[in-house]
């Protein structure tokens, strides 16, 4: 079977199924030296795209091709890859705001009914991709795709840890950077506070104590 490309340049395990399409869709984005953003321009958004769709028709077992993406189809679709991250962030997103697009059911030989994905160009892509977000939400995986807590990666993972905790797409990387930094920031602050002769702020949620 093809590869997650997408991914795989971050060196970032798949989310199962069809959702290991949106974590590559997510993980287009160009981060530091890893290599560009490949919605940037059409024929990296070319290559993406038809190994994505060939990944994603071999693991759902249908016959489907990338549709011919232009200039205009990688603004929608930088903007839609902008409005799943939100979500996948948790935060807010005014859905009356995003565009429709279509989908269809079909019928397999062996009973299993099925999402078709209909338009053409980026609505095309935006069709597998709601839908399998949609399937996602139903099989409760899509809480466990997540995006790097270290700010400047923006790394899309998908969390297998026992109780969904996971914060960083790589602990031994990220989450090391993340740490180093918030113990410099602890330490500025100390230094900051000795200097002024001043007593520590106190923890936030900290209880105070009455008079003894």
Not at 102 to 127: I, K, M, N, Q, Y
Not at 148 to 172: E, I, L, M
Request: glycine letters at 8%; hydrophobic letters at 35%; one cysteine or more.
């Amino acid at each position: 079977m093809s590869e997650w490309s997408a991914s795989h340049r971050y060196k970032h395990p798949s989310a199962p199924g069809g959702a290991g399409l949106v974590q590559d869709f997510l993980n287009t984005v160009g981060i530091g030296d890893y290599g560009p953003d490949l919605l940037v321009d059409t024929p990296l958004a070319r290559e993406w795209s038809t190994a994505a769709v060939r990944t994603w028709a071999e693991l759902r077992g249908v016959s489907a091709e990338a549709p011919v993406l232009n200039e205009a189809d990688l603004s929608r679709l930088r903007a839609l890859r902008d409005t799943i991250g939100q979500l996948v962030r948790g935060e807010a997103v005014d859905g009356s705001r995003i565009s429709a697009v279509s989908a269809s059911f079909a019928l397999s030989d062996t009973g299993e009914v099925r999402l078709v994905p209909a338009g053409t160009g980026w609505r095309w892509l935006a069709s597998v991709l709601w839908s399998e977000i949609l399937l996602s939400q139903q099989q409760d995986t899509w809480r466990r795709i997540k995006q790097c807590h270290n700010h400047p990666c923006q790394a899309t993972f998908y969390d297998r840890s026992k109780n969904n905790s996971g914060v960083w797409c790589n602990v031994k990387t990220c989450g090391n950077v993340a740490n180093l930094r918030a113990s410099r920031a602890r330490r500025r602050d100390r230094e900051r506070t000795a200097a002024g002769g001043l007593s520590p702020a106190p923890a936030a949620g900290a209880a105070k104590r009455g008079p003894s």
